[in-house]
């Protein structure tokens, strides 16, 4: 079964940081990127980070600088690091995983971890 199993949510105050990890089952293959997305209650989910196979990223404009994504390729990792969190950074967060395998994408998506910032 295709899956991307997340952990590292959790609490933490603002201006602490946090690791969010991801891993893709064997089932799911030819990764061409993957990355986190988020959603805060009441809001659309939003992009947060993306990493593709061949190194390049991409960050929404309000994490730039404090959030750090990267991708383990054989592993089939990717991890996000977020530092000098701040309370609007609360939200789930949402692993994503493209793959190209015949000229077709697929998307697949975790389940979500919670990321709670407060004092």
């Known amino acids: 079964q295709a899956q991307l199993v997340e952990s590292g949510g959790g609490l933490v105050q603002p201006g602490g940081s946090l690791r969010l990890s991801c891993a893709a089952s064997?089932?799911?293959?030819?990764?061409?990127?993957m990355g986190w997305y988020r959603q805060a209650p009441g809001k659309q989910r939003e992009l947060v980070a993306l990493?593709?196979?061949?190194?390049?990223?991409n960050y929404s404009d309000s994490v730039q600088g404090r959030f750090t994504v990267s991708m383990d390729n054989a592993r089939k990792l990717v991890t996000l690091q977020m530092n000098s969190l701040k309370p609007w950074d609360a939200a789930v967060y949402y692993c994503?995983?493209?793959?190209?395998?015949?000229?077709?994408?697929?998307?697949?998506w975790g389940q979500g971890t919670q990321v709670t910032v407060s004092s």
């Open positions: 064997r089932s799911i293959f030819s990764i061409d990127a």
């Open positions: 994503y995983a493209e793959a190209v395998r015949n000229d077709f994408r697929f998307h697949y």
């Open positions: 990493v593709t196979s061949g190194g390049f990223t």
